[in-house]
């Protein structure tokens, strides 16, 4: 199988690079505007469509013409799709940011920099600046382990994509990872139950507080209120990130040193099923559950384990034993109201995950006062 993980790289902020990314931009919206006209949703069509009045329009090499195309049916799939069900935030699909996706023959890698060709015998040169992290990925790829597929450049960033085959064979055995709030909570059939703490609950509420404190200088000081806005909100984006990054690696270690494939919740679209009252709606929609599964999802792949989503509906409500209704028994504990089974929810939850992944019961029944046996890893 093959797998792809976009790698990112600075570079200085250029003049020439941002006339290319607005000019890009302009490009994707003329093409978004020929197909609402022609009602062309084809990528080939469109090609052909704007291709003469493209070339009048701009000098680049044609290739860019193909990029922009692709770029505006890629747009024009989704929104089409969002429009079906009723989510879509405008009345025609815009392009906004700036970016561009290349071509891979419009790129030539020349040590720690790029080429890429504007125009017939015309450059722009790339340099990039990267860490450790970004230089293994170099290493390997100059070995000829990793491919590169199309580049995509933003105004901050060069995202570099490395692809590579890996073997995802059949594992021993199976772990289901429930992500919660406070905890990432894992069980798999031997029986194996591990919890890695998680403070996303505390980092989120600690800067919401910090939010509400900064928004009352608004009237009075609005500029160092937007100030100390984007410095918390990035310090928050960027500490939940690495907490992600930090968890997803303790996860697929685990995983890996007991050959296990990962099983988890297809989560997909949960926030717009959100509503549980104001306080509680803003605790979930900030809860980072997706990107930890991506993160856990890729480092699992790149390991060789393979990962598969199931159903999440009624994991946390329905007895692992019997299928029986589960009833709130004490501080984060459930009991069956039909066998007596009772555990600790996030255990219940991961054991319903487990059991909709692999088919079969993955724990025997334990008696309503049995002690739970559980691993912790993290902080504590």
């Not at 505006?72 to 970016?99: D, H, N, Q």
């Not at 990962?262 to 929609?285: F, P, Q, S």
């Not at 993160?295 to 060789?304: F, H, M, P």
């Not at 984060?332 to 692999?358: F, H, P, Q, S």
């Amino acid at each position: 199988m093959e797998i792809t993980l976009t790698v990112p790289f600075g570079y200085e902020p250029d003049p020439e690079v941002r006339r290319l990314l607005e000019d890009f931009r302009d490009m994707v919206n003329f093409c978004l505007v020929r197909a609402l006209e022609n009602k062309v949703t084809s990528y080939y069509r469109l090609r052909k469509l704007v291709y003469e009045e493209w070339k009048s329009r701009w000098s680049y090499s044609t290739h860019f013409c193909h990029s922009a195309c692709r770029v505006a049916t890629s747009m024009l799939k989704s929104w089409r799709r969002l429009k079906r069900r009723g989510l879509a935030k405008s009345e025609r699909p815009v392009a906004k940011k700036l970016f561009i996706q290349l071509d891979p023959q419009l790129v030539k890698y020349e040590g720690d920099s790029i080429r890429i060709s504007i125009r017939p015998r015309q450059f722009l040169r790339i340099q990039l600046r990267y860490g450790d992290y970004q230089k293994k990925f170099i290493e390997e790829w100059a070995a000829g382990r990793l491919r590169v597929g199309e580049v995509t450049i933003n105004e901050t960033r060069v995202l570099i994509p490395f692809r590579k085959d890996v073997d995802l064979s059949n594992p021993k055995d199976w772990i289901a990872i429930d992500v919660n709030e406070s905890n990432v909570t894992g069980v798999s059939s031997n029986p194996h139950v591990v919890r890695w703490d998680a403070e996303f609950g505390k980092i989120r509420g600690s800067y919401f507080r910090k939010r509400r404190r900064i928004q009352r200088l608004a009237k009075l000081k609005p500029i160092t209120s937007r100030r100390l806005m984007r410095k918390y909100s990035r310090r928050e984006h960027n500490k939940v990130k690495d907490l992600c990054h930090k968890l997803s690696r303790l996860i697929v270690a685990f995983a890996k040193e007991y050959g296990l494939g990962i099983v988890m919740e297809n989560l997909k679209g949960i926030r717009r099923r959100i509503d549980y009252g104001r306080k509680m709606n803003r605790r979930l929609h900030s809860w980072s559950f997706r990107r930890l599964q991506f993160y856990i999802e890729y480092k699992a792949k790149l390991e060789g384990l393979p990962v598969k989503y199931v159903d999440p509906k009624n994991t946390s409500s329905l007895c692992p034993v019997c299928g029986g209704k589960l009833a709130p028994k004490g501080h984060r504990r459930l009991r069956c109201k039909n066998c007596g089974y009772e555990n600790d929810r996030d255990v219940i939850g991961a054991i319903n995950i487990l059991k909709r992944g692999c088919g079969e019961p993955p724990l025997p029944p334990k008696a309503p006062n049995e002690p739970l046996t559980m691993e912790v890893r993290g902080k504590g």
